[in-house]
């Protein structure tokens, strides 16, 4: 399936000249869009701070929360935002991050303890190297920090929400420093997490937290205008020749507890 919507994708791209492709966010989890998260947390992007030298870390997000996107859409930037009680401005580089994307049949408080059993089929490295990260801490004093922790993703990841949930795998080869970060600690809610503190390691350990997240994303099929619309024939060469071309009081401190802050 994945090979198949990634010829589409190709495809589409060939009809982008005199085209916009529609872009959107979603923000997850999406109450907390205008509401400081009940929790923070410094994982995965924070690890020396508790300290750690590396790591590896899994974070689910439901699909439902991508439902105001047309689908499939391609995700092109994931942003987080600064815990606003215990977060700080900061410009750091992490010298040595790996970030996967993929679809997975797992839920939020539902993760394998086995990492392996948690990535989907459709696993793509969106980055790997060296990671500069920052934030001003800015936003406004009666709300949420600015989501200004951006990751641009060398590779946009393809996902379709009605194939299953979002699979987020970070792993930290060599530590770093940051910020603490807006996060969630609530049961039944759309994220939660797995993570060990060796990135070699095979299993980790399960909680219901997560990152509060916001995802960039533009259309995988771009608009065309009414005036520009081909002929059917035309749309199925174009995907011929694509496919031919494929072949707060409430957040305290204590790493992997019930009132975890990493």
Known sequence: ??????????????????????????????NLENIEGNANRGLPFNSSYFP??????????????FSSLSEPFLITQILFRPDAVWGWSFSSTLPNIQINLSTTKKAPDSLSTIFAQNVGS???????????????????ATAPKNFDI????????????????????????????????DAEDTFGDSISRVLSTRVGASTGTADTSGLVTKF?????????????????????????VAAFGATSARKRKGCLSSNSSC
């Open 1 to 30: 399936m994945t090979k198949n919507l990634s010829v589409v994708a190709a495809g589409a791209a060939l009809l982008t000249f005199g085209t916009g492709a529609v872009g959107g966010a979603a923000i997850v989890p999406g």
């Open 52 to 65: 750690m030298s590396s790591l590896r870390y899994q974070q689910v997000f439901a699909a439902r929360e």
């Open 122 to 140: 459709d696993e793509r490295v969106v980055f790997n190297g060296r990671l500069s990260l920052k934030s001003a801490f800015t936003g406004a």
């Open 150 to 181: 951006a990751i641009n993703l060398a590779t946009p990841f393809l996902y379709n929400p009605s194939a299953g949930n979002l699979l987020l795998d970070v792993r930290n080869f060599s530590g770093g420093f940051s910020t603490q970060f």
């Open 216 to 240: 960039v994303t533009t259309s995988a099929v771009p608009r065309v205008p009414n005036k520009a619309v081909p002929e059917p024939a035309s749309v199925l060469g174009i995907l011929a």
